[in-house]
């Protein structure tokens, strides 16, 4: 099992241009998130999903689309890069048994700069 | 509001020596409480993990003490090694109510000096 995938590892992008980072996971985990992880203010959630076709907002939502088409991806999207999204990317998958959430899975990250 | 608050933020121990990073949390409804293990450069992996049944829970060195009335669990690490050094992270979760999301705490990095 390869676990939890992300792709690009390392992207610069210029202020005003788009990209799509590509979470997959193999575990068959119902639930994703995307989180951004900044110096000193640790894990914030962006966005997550408990379910194909479903997604919500996170704490840190603005900027960010994403789309969980299918099960095992989950894409993060953004629009119109600004300086502040400079960040890095980490995606999530979990289960869920009855009423109890399951430890998360993390990918090995996004480092994205943005100029 | 931060529901999750973890202290300190960074953590300087000898070799052999014993670390202890804190959390506290306000919500009585969480009922996994995990601890993650973060290496530069990499993404954050499970440490160790409790529920609230029990008040304490070791895996060799590492140790996560759990305080129900007070809303604290702690991760201690005996006979620290420079390997050990990394960030850790705290959380607290429940699936009750609809939500899904773990509350992470903010991170405390541990550097264990030779």
């Known amino acids: 099992n390869a676990g939890v995938t992300q792709t690009p590892k390392f992207r610069v992008l210029k202020t005003g241009q788009s990209m799509t980072l590509l979470c997959a996971q193999d575990?068959?985990?119902?639930?994703m998130y995307w989180y951004r992880q900044d110096p000193g203010m640790g894990l914030r959630l962006i966005h997550y999903?408990?379910?194909?076709?479903?997604?919500a907002k996170g704490e840190v939502p603005d900027g960010y689309n994403v789309s969980r088409l299918k099960k095992q991806n989950f894409l993060l999207g953004l629009e119109s890069a600004a300086p502040s999204q400079t960040s890095v990317y980490f995606c999530?998958?979990?289960?869920?048994?009855?009423?109890?959430?399951?430890?998360?899975?993390f990918g090995p990250g996004t480092r994205l700069t943005v100029t | 509001q931060q529901q999750v608050k973890q202290s300190p933020q960074s953590l300087i121990v000898q070799k052999g020596g014993i670390s202890i990073i804190n959390c506290a949390y306000e919500?009585?409804?969480?009922?996994?409480f995990p601890w993650y293990q973060q290496f530069p450069g990499k993404g954050p992996a499970l440490l160790i993990a409790?529920?609230?049944?029990?008040s304490e829970k070791k895996e060799g060195r590492f140790t996560i003490s759990f305080n129900k009335s007070a809303k604290q669990f702690s991760l201690h690490i005996m006979d620290s090694q420079p390997g050990d050094s990394a960030t850790y992270f705290c959380?607290?979760?429940?699936?009750?109510?609809?939500?899904?999301?773990?509350?992470f705490g903010r991170g405390t990095s541990l550097i264990v000096h030779p």
């Open positions: 999530a998958s979990s289960f869920v048994l009855g009423t109890s959430i399951y430890e998360q899975y």
């Open positions: 575990m068959n985990h119902e639930y």
């Open positions: 999903s408990v379910g194909e076709g479903t997604t």
């Open positions: 919500n009585t409804a969480f009922d996994y």
């Open positions: 409790i529920r609230p049944d029990v």
């Open positions: 959380a607290a979760s429940t699936a009750s109510g609809g939500s899904y999301i773990p509350t």
